[in-house]
Nanobody, 124 residues
Framework: QVQLVESGGGLVQAGGSLRLSCAAS????????MGWFRQAPGKEREFVAG???????RVADSVQGRFTSSRDNAKTTVYLQMNSLKPEDTAVYYC??????????????????WGQGTQVTVSS
């Protein structure tokens, strides 16, 4: 089992920044690819960014150049740095984990473990 706990969400004005954290516990964190997803009201959950266990990153086109995923294996924590936030970035953000893949998956079904989510609200 892997337990994931997100933090760092909140209310921010458009153009601002937030850094989300996802603390992992349970299994060997360094073996896991970590993904970030988000779900806005009335919409399906969508892939935002991810980082593999060897540090390869992927990011959705909608946040390219604004969001960056990183990880600190010593702290068993993955981060999502969000810059130049827009009102359309408002959503609940989730982190997820999947073991032993060289490239972080971009679909929900490929992840086994999920956090409870943290709310990000961007005001205009």
């Amino acid at each position: 089992q892997v337990q994931l706990v997100e933090s760092g969400g909140g209310l921010v004005q458009a153009g601002g920044s937030l850094r989300l954290s996802c603390a992992a516990s349970g299994r060997t964190f360094s073996n896991y690819a970590m993904g970030w997803f988000r779900q806005a009201p009335g919409k399906e959950r969508e892939f935002v960014a991810g980082i593999s266990w060897i540090g390869l990153t992927r990011v959705a086109d909608s946040v390219q150049g604004r969001f960056t995923s990183s990880r600190d294996n010593a702290k068993t924590t993955v981060y999502l740095q969000m810059n130049s936030l827009k009102p359309e970035d408002t959503a609940v953000y989730y982190c997820a984990a999947r073991a032993y893949v060289t490239s972080p998956p971009t679909t929900e079904i490929e992840y086994r473990y999920w956090g409870q989510g943290t709310q990000v609200t961007v005001s205009s």
